[in-house]
Nanobody, 128 residues
């Protein structure tokens, strides 16, 4: 059964750091580009970051560039999002999603309809 399971969400103070994880199972993880998305209350889901299937290529939304780092461990079927210098506006449910990659350097577009599989999300709250 195909699954994407996010974990690591928590309450963190502004300026703090947090790493969320996405564990995949039930499909050939090595052939998929992965994206992190987030949805804040009352707002649309937005793309945060994405990574190619081989891990060599990454992309970030302007709002998180320089603060967030995406990485993947294909041996563990897991993708990570390291979040530093967190701000209250980073508060959201964070989702990971997978898209079948046509090539190992391909980056998935960071919009909802481009992704094939989704996890159920993990809540990140940035507040003092």
């Amino acid at each position: 059964q195909l699954q994407l399971v996010e974990s690591g969400g928590a309450l963190v103070q502004p300026g703090g750091s947090l790493r969320v994880s996405c564990a995949a199972s039930g499909f050939s993880f090595n052939y998929y580009g992965i994206g992190w998305f987030r949805q804040a209350p009352g707002k649309e889901r937005e793309g945060v970051s994405c990574i190619s299937s081989n891990g060599d290529w990454t992309r970030y939304a302007d709002s998180v560039k320089g603060r967030f780092t995406i990485s993947r461990d294909n041996a563990k079927n897991t993708v990570y999002l390291q979040m530093n210098s967190l701000k209250p506006e980073d508060t959201a449910v964070y989702y990971c999603a997978a898209a079948r990659a046509p090539g190992s350097n391909w980056l998935p577009p960071m919009y909802y309809s481009a992704m094939h599989y989704w996890g159920k999300g993990t809540l990140v709250t940035v507040s003092s």
